[in-house]
């Protein structure tokens, strides 16, 4: 099949038409034609020739070209698309390294294995530029809902028709036990868009949170303007759901916003999650009142927050406990996913417990250590007093506020109470020594013996062992595997050493040894601090 003037023309027409079919632009075809037709003539003339071929866009004529490059002498190898510049000089005028010789050579007749060899490449081409316009396509609008048309079910899977391509939802991504049949019509949420060998890939969900906050913004006007933002958004997909939203106009409730006038918005969105039932809560900064929002409708009668660790202690009325839990614990969990905390519920009862337990423990302490009475010692853990750190260094008038507590006795409490500590300090250095822990730790600045006593039962007995910890080795913290926050304990935890107090020991240990460069370190800071200057100017 020779390429004749005749068939020029129908060249070009199949190119559109192919590009129209699959949506794509014209020029690829004609480039994966060119590729072809140049393959072709390569398995006439000669696998090591450099031949080329060009479609002219307006005429569909197609020219056959050879090309020679000029090499240095002793890189030639391929003596059929490379010459020296020797043997350019009868070719070129003034040959150099790079130049090329190109020369027309007459159009090949293709026979039935390479015009088959042709459509293949053609193809191959065609369905590339087709993926890649699908990857471009729908790259974008991840994060976004579409609808489409399921086409079939496999394994628990559903192909859904997404108009241009096609889309996965899986099994894990629907809700319940939802079945569809072929040409049901589907509205999901696009998770992800991967670009895979096999074509791009659509990952779509009808679990996800964002799922349900697309479907509010689609009901809600007040979200899709800005003037209403869903903050926080958790599911137990097909059961029970918790969204929190905050209004930046004073004169539009939030809530009402979501839930409309008979709450026809909010139903519009329970009937699209198949019955799921949803809690709209009012966002508040405030982490504690916003929690007490969450476990709404239960009722909260204290709330204690340990923010470094990001748990939260709830004491809500024996009657509300169950309430405040949910079934299955449902309500405490997606109170916990909204506020991104963990929570602990307990009953008045078990609270006015666990407070009677500390204060006879601390009451305890105080009588064993300070020598007191009870009912001294009761006296200073009334006041507030925790550990013997604090009667030690606390200011004296803070002493003398006391009932029956004059200068005297005051002075007495605090020199008892340094006695102690220093006995104990020094108990735990020498415990420390008889491990092995070396100098350089002793006499690091920021670790008490204490702290060096517990670092050498653990195995840092160096200051560069100590070097080599990481943060959250000493200051421990939370991790989150499969979905569940898991507590790391730290070897310093128990002395209340902070992240950041243990980020600072660790590097001043660092630059010590030599292992760090404080300039380095300083130009890190400033350069971080102009790109965070940068980002709020950008935000401004």
């Known amino acids: 099949m020779a390429i004749t003037s005749a068939n020029q023309l129908e060249l070009l027409q199949t190119a559109e ?10 020029s690829l075809v004609i480039e994966a034609m ?40 002793e890189e030639l190898e391929n003596y059929q698309a490379e010459f020296t510049v020797e043997q350019a000089k009868q070719y070129l005028e003034d040959p150099k390294i790079g130049d090329q010789f190109i020369e027309e050579v007459p159009p090949v007749d293709m026979g039935r294995i390479a015009a088959q060899s042709a459509k293949q490449v053609i193809l191959q081409k065609v369905r590339e530029a087709e993926r890649d316009r699908q990857f471009e396509e729908f790259k974008d609008r991840a994060g976004t809902i579409i609808n489409g048309q399921v086409k079939r079910e496999e394994y628990g899977n559903v192909i859904v028709d997404v108009g241009r391509g096609e889309a996965i939802l899986r099994r894990n991504e629907k809700i319940g036990r939802e079945s569809y049949r072929p040409n049901d019509r589907i509205r999901c949420y696009i998770k992800d868009v991967r670009r895979e060998a096999r074509g791009p890939q659509i990952f779509l969900s009808r679990t996800a949170p964002e799922f349900m906050a697309e479907l509010f913004k689609m009901e809600v006007p007040e979200i899709y303007d800005g003037i209403i933002e869903i903050k926080a958004v958790a599911r137990d997909p097909g059961s029970r759901a918790k969204i929190a939203v905050i209004s930046y106009d004073g004169s539009i409730d939030p809530v009402g916003a979501c839930v409309g006038m008979r709450g026809s918005r909010v139903q519009a969105v329970v009937n699209e999650l198949q019955g799921e039932k949803i809690d709209i809560i009012p966002w508040n900064e405030d982490q504690p009142t ?34 405040a839990i949910g079934r299955r614990g449902q309500n405490v969990r997606l109170a916990s996913q909204l506020t991104n905390l963990d929570i602990d519920i307990m009953t008045e009862a078990e609270d006015s417990e666990r407070r009677q337990r500390e204060f006879e423990e601390r009451t305890k302490l105080f009588m064993e250590t300070l020598d007191l009475d009870e009912f001294f010692a009761q006296l200073l853990v009334s006041e507030g007093f925790t550990n013997l750190e604090e009667v030690a260094y606390v200011e004296l008038d803070e002493l003398l506020v006391i009932d029956g507590v004059d200068e005297d006795t005051a002075n007495e409490l605090q020199a008892r109470a340094r006695d102690v500590l220093d006995a104990q300090a020094k108990a735990a250095l020498d415990k420390a020594r008889e491990l092995g822990v070396e100098d350089s730790l002793v006499e690091f600045e920021g670790l008490t013996p204490q702290m060096i006593q517990a670092l050498a039962e653990d195995g840092v007995k160096s200051l560069e062992d100590f070097a080599t910890c990481a943060d959250w080795e000493l200051a421990g913290g939370w991790t989150t595997n499969d979905g569940e926050r898991v507590k790391d304990d730290g070897i310093l935890e128990p ?46």
């Open 17 to 26: 038409a192919v590009a129209r079919e699959k949506m794509i632009d014209p």
């Open 495 to 540: 002395f209340d050493v902070s992240l950041e107090e243990a980020q600072n020991l660790v590097m001043t240990a660092r630059i010590m040894l030599g292992w760090v460069d404080p300039a380095e370190l300083e130009a890190e800071a400033e350069e971080e601090a102009g790109l965070e200057g940068e980002e709020q100017e950008a935000e401004a």
């Open 290 to 323: 916003f929690l007490v929002n969450a476990l709404q409708p239960a009722e909260v009668s204290k709330v204690v927050l340990d923010e470094e660790a990001e748990r939260i202690e709830v004491v809500v009325p024996e009657e509300q406990l169950s309430l």
């Open 34 to 73: 060119e590729e072809s037709l140049a393959r072709a003539a390569k398995s006439r003339y000669g696998a090591e020739m450099d031949i080329r071929v060009s479609i002219d866009r307006k005429t569909g004529k197609a020219t056959f070209t050879r090309v020679r490059t000029v090499v240095e002498e």
